[in-house]
């Protein structure tokens, strides 16, 4: 099994990668991002690496800034920055435009080919909201749900990975069911003593707010809804056996060069690049 590595042994690694290549480098979360990232990088230019993580990643930014490297750029997630208030002081560190990566395909049209392909145009028709609408108020509650979690005096640090969203998700129509959402995480965070009644009022009050949800809802969470929504409610035949696995793949696919450039993340590189030339990043094509 591989060694996990850490942000100084990533750090090392570059400055090893250093003595041989003179080109940027562009630090990444994690070998699933890498997999997007890549197409659009130019790879005789800029060399990608996965870092285990959006702490890691900036962790090695820090550290190669006291080394006083230059030519390294670190892309990751969002997640609730701009819901929090947080921002980023780095110059080096670019963030999603959205939650994160898997959002930003959602809000792209990867999104419209893909339904294209999965979907049955008579169902969809009976939908009461478009379908791109439909998924973020749906995911709504359980991005509120992880931001209660991960933020603010709550800090509750709940176990959400690997909950069974089957346990939670209602068909007529879709929707999430929030008193058996909680009590799923709940009992997939080993016992954590939740008083069940308090977290589901704050998160209902939190609906009632205004918080956008490309900022709020996770892209994981997205994807496992629209897949439960095509296996269930409107999908046509090839969507049957959709998981999240196939729809995350699909998006990426779809995902093409022209979606990436209508993006603020996009122009956040060039001005990288103009900023710290002759360090280059994207591909010209």
């Known amino acids: 099994m591989k060694r996990y ?3 100084d042994d990533i750090a090392n690694n570059v400055r090893m990668m250093r003595t041989q290549f003179r080109g940027s480098v562009l630090i990444i979360e994690g070998s699933t991002d890498m997999r997007l990232y890549q197409r659009f990088v130019d790879d005789k230019r800029c060399k990608v690496i996965p870092a285990n993580g959006k702490e890691n990643a900036i962790k090695v930014i820090q550290i190669l800034k006291r080394s006083k490297m230059e030519g390294v750029l670190t892309i990751v997630d969002a997640d609730f920055w701009r819901a929090d208030g947080i921002r980023n002081k780095n110059d080096n560190v670019l963030v999603t435009d959205t939650h994160d990566l898997e959002t930003m395909l959602i809000a792209s049209e990867a999104l419209n080919r893909l339904l294209e392909e999965f979907t049955s145009p008579y169902k969809v028709e009976a939908l009461h909201m478009p379908i791109r609408q439909l998924l973020l108020y749906t995911a709504m509650p359980l991005g509120l749900f992880r931001w209660l979690s991960s ?46 009644r308090v977290i589901r009022k704050k998160i209902m009050k939190m609906l009632d707010e205004d918080h956008d949800p490309w900022q709020i809802c996770s892209g994981h969470d997205v994807v496992e809804i629209l897949a439960f929504g095509l296996r269930e409610i409107f999908g046509n035949l090839d969507a049957h056996h ?34 710290n030339v002759p360090y280059i990043v994207l591909s010209e094509a």
């Open 5 to 7: 590595l850490t942000a």
């Open 151 to 196: 933020s603010g005096k709550d800090k509750l640090s709940l176990r959400f990975k690997d909950i069974d969203f089957d346990h939670f998700m209602e068909v007529q129509p879709l929707s999430i069911n929030i008193k058996r959402l909680i009590r799923e995480v709940k009992v997939n965070s080993h016992g954590h003593s939740l008083n069940e």
């Open 242 to 275: 959709t998981n999240e696995g196939i729809i995350d793949r699909s998006l990426r696919l779809a995902y093409d060069i022209t979606m990436f450039k209508k993006t603020e993340l996009y122009s956040s590189i060039l001005n990288w690049e103009e900023e």
